[in-house]
């Protein structure tokens, strides 16, 4: 009988590895059983994306990722999966609680780079089934993504004593 355990490094025990196989397996369902209908439904893939397209989802990818992990107006999505901390600066950190499922998909949803994948899944799926409506989607986000940059250069410019 094989030992799963013996096959983990240190440190993983108090990991929901189990959940976050579960999680990469939707992921994987989803995005096989998108291009499935796709296909299906005549929807053929493009055999080319334009380079300004995949830029625009790129940067609306960006901004979505960061709205659904980090933005105050989408705490309530991750209330159920997270704890709000202050650290010694002030500031709000949120953190992933509880255990298996929970600790998981709290995981998932204070990762900017992890829920980048899904948000990118959700995107390109939109941009093969409606471009023009995901264009303008992801031309809005992109925007904001841009907007936020700008901002961040701003604040680091105030605080170093620029005027």
Same mark, same amino acid.
């Given at each position: 009988?094989?030992? !799963?355990? $013996?096959?983990?490094?240190?440190?993983? %025990? %108090?990991?929901?590895?189990?959940?976050?196989?579960?999680?990469?397996?939707?992921?994987?369902?989803?995005?096989?059983?998108? !291009?499935?209908? @796709?296909?299906? $439904?005549?929807?053929? @893939?493009?055999?080319?994306?334009?380079?300004?397209?995949?830029?625009?989802?790129?940067? $609306?990818?960006?901004?979505?990722?960061?709205?659904?992990?980090?933005?105050?107006?989408?705490?309530?999505?991750?209330?159920?999966?997270?704890?709000? #901390?202050?650290?010694?600066?002030?500031?709000?950190?949120?953190?992933?609680?509880? %255990?298996?499922?929970?600790? /998981?998909?709290? #995981?998932?949803?204070?990762?900017?780079?992890? $829920?980048?994948?899904?948000?990118?899944?959700?995107?390109?799926?939109?941009?093969?089934?409606?471009?023009?409506?995901?264009?303008?989607?992801? !031309?809005? @986000?992109?925007?904001? &993504?841009?907007?936020?940059?700008?901002?961040?250069?701003? &604040?680091?410019?105030?605080? /170093?004593?620029?005027?």
């Amino acid at each position: 009988m094989l030992n !799963f355990d $013996a096959l983990l490094g240190q440190g993983h %025990e %108090e990991e929901p590895l189990a959940h976050y196989v579960q999680l990469m397996g939707t992921y994987l369902l989803l995005s096989a059983g998108a !291009f499935t209908l @796709l296909q299906r $439904a005549g929807r053929p @893939l493009p055999s080319r994306i334009p380079l300004r397209d995949a830029a625009l989802v790129g940067l $609306a990818t960006n901004r979505l990722s960061r709205l659904i992990t980090r933005d105050k107006v989408t705490r309530a999505v991750r209330a159920p999966f997270t704890d709000v #901390e202050q650290d010694p600066s002030g500031a709000t950190r949120e953190e992933p609680r509880g %255990e298996g499922a929970t600790r /998981a998909i709290g #995981e998932l949803l204070t990762c900017p780079r992890c $829920a980048a994948m899904w948000a990118s899944l959700a995107l390109t799926i939109g941009y093969f089934v409606s471009p023009r409506v995901t264009r303008g989607a992801s !031309f809005l @986000l992109g925007a904001a &993504a841009i907007s936020d940059l700008i901002n961040t250069c701003y &604040a680091r410019v105030m605080s /170093a004593g620029g005027k």
